[in-house]
């Protein structure tokens, strides 16, 4: 099995796909979904709580993937545990096996959000990442640490904008210096804002600790994307690309070539180390991405 956290040592783009997990997907469906996925990406990423839905759990979905062969991402959020919660995850994860997991604050509960459910925030993201560190080098908890299993690396997110002329990544650094391996960044799809932003993290040394990964979608249609930019605020899809979708007579086609596309644009953008591909219930549209994507690799 190939591990994400080893492909981000070498030199190639790697890519992953994250899973959309929901109420509606039992063991079956998550691990055949998986294994679809798996032919085209090192490695699948699990989602904490989706939209703030109840499904199979990031734990569970995990081991699941490796029983199948399958190298998996896990997400957790501090928003949906408190720290011993957070702590007793972890020391479980790294007794499974998981070698890369992805921590963050997680998104506030909607308004709206029925049944009401209350949000934790126990710990933030520095002192989460921190607590993971602790446990990965044995500097806490370490009875419960099995020797014979590989530690986690350890992920962070960061907000993709525009940054002004005397910005500096001064939070991005602190999660570094708390552990973090990897960065990954949310849903973009605007080339100049990126390649803006990169240029900075690379001004400010950060990727000399860490590899950034970059999250794209293959939009369905009109309808997809504005959805999709609506429930992720941070997100960043050009106006240009709602307007392809909505003029074209095959938008799934359109927006599998526009993420292709972009996908290989954002492979020669210097200091990105890959892409992680959002998921919906159409798995093939991801691999039609990735194939269309390595058609446009020079040989």
């Known amino acids: 099995m190939q591990r994400f956290r080893e492909a981000l040592s070498q030199e190639t783009f790697v890519l992953t796909a994250e899973l959309p997990l929901s109420p509606k997907l039992n063991r079956h469906a998550i691990v055949s979904m998986a294994e679809k996925l798996s032919l085209s990406v090192t490695a699948i990423q699990i989602p904490d709580h989706t939209n703030a839905r109840p499904h199979i759990s990031n734990l569970t979905a995990s081991a699941l993937l490796l029983q199948a062969g399958i190298d998996p991402i896990m997400h957790m959020n501090s928003r949906d545990r408190n720290r011993i919660s957070l702590q007793s995850d972890l020391l479980s994860a790294q007794a499974l096996g998981i070698t890369s997991i992805l921590l963050m604050r997680g998104m506030d509960l909607p308004s709206d959000h029925r049944p009401r459910a209350t949000s934790i925030f126990d710990v933030g993201a520095i002192d989460f990442i921190t607590t993971a560190s602790a446990i990965r080098d044995g500097e806490a908890l370490s009875s419960a640490r099995d020797e014979h299993v590989s530690p986690f690396q350890i992920g962070a997110i960061a907000q993709v904008f525009d940054p002004a002329p005397d910005w500096t990544p001064e939070k991005l650094k602190a ?84 993420c292709a596309e972009i996908l290989t644009a954002i492979s020669m953008i210097p200091g990105i180390s890959g892409a992680n591909i959002l998921v919906d219930e159409d798995v093939s549209a991801a691999a039609e991405v990735v194939t269309a994507f390595q058609a446009a690799q020079p040989s």
Do not use: H
């Not at 100049?192 to 400010?204: F, G, V």
């Not at 960043?236 to 003029?247: A, D, G, K, Y």
């Open 175 to 258: 999660k570094t210096d708390a552990g973090a391996n990897f960065i990954q960044l949310p849903l973009c799809m605007n080339l100049e804002i990126l390649t803006r932003y990169m240029q900075k993290l690379i001004s400010a040394r950060l990727l000399w600790k860490a590899s950034v990964m970059v999250t794209i979608a293959p939009f369905a249609d009109r309808e997809a994307a504005v959805k999709t930019k609506a429930s992720l605020p941070d997100s960043l899809i050009p106006q240009s690309i709602i307007n392809q979708l909505e003029q074209s007579a095959n938008p799934r086609q359109t927006g599998i070539d526009i």
